[in-house]
């Protein structure tokens, strides 16, 4: 199955696809930057999730989540939002994560800036905390945690090289 371009799946659907073609072409196929998101597991409820502890991630894989906008899903033109509720450009159904968490804007630079929602999770970048409502230049590598989520921001390349990686190495997610 191809990953639609909007769709959150598991890191192993990207894995058969590079694979087959060269870093150019899989760049060429997903273009945008991606969210690779920790491993996490889901509660008895159904609705809670959690980011797994270092030591019980073995095994598991992360999701990748594209940071492009939904056609018709919401009315914010200039922003990527990001929440646990459906009408965000990327959905994180996470207990954690706010309905309306944050959203990425185009910087002045040319690459990505991360403001927060004023979430009651809060918003962490390479660590330090976002003040509610503030925002924050993401470049390639940066390190994000929503709530108790964490993710790496991934530019085509590092998704590449993550799809092609040893499971059995770090998770590019690691905090």
């Known amino acids: 199955m191809e990953p639609s371009e909007t769709t959150i799946l598991p890191l192993l ?8 073609c060269s870093e150019a072409e899989f760049a060429q ?3 945008a930057p991606a969210l690779l998101l920790a491993p996490f597991r889901r509660h008895e409820d159904d ?9 019980q991630r073995a095994g598991g894989l992360p999701l990748v989540a594209p940071v492009v906008k939904r056609e018709g899903i919401n009315m914010f033109r200039s922003m ?3 929440g646990r509720a459906p009408n965000n450009d990327i959905e994180l159904n ?3 994560v706010s309905k309306f968490h944050g959203y990425f804007l185009d910087g002045p630079d040319g690459g990505l800036v991360f403001a927060d ?21 993401v470049r390639p590598g940066t390190r994000l945690r ?12 590092m998704l590449y090289e993550a799809a092609l990686a040893d499971p059995d190495d770090e998770p590019a997610t690691k905090p």
């Open 13 to 20: 659907h990207y894995t058969g696809i590079a694979a087959q």
């Open 29 to 31: 196929r997903f273009p």
């Open 47 to 55: 609705t809670r999730f959690e980011t797994l502890p270092g030591d």
């Open 80 to 82: 990527i939002t990001l």
């Open 94 to 96: 996470a207990q954690s």
């Open 117 to 137: 929602g004023n979430s009651s999770g809060g918003t962490f970048v390479d660590g330090a905390r976002l003040p509610s409502g503030g925002r924050a230049p």
């Open 146 to 157: 929503f709530g108790a989520l964490d993710a790496t921001l991934c530019s085509p390349a």
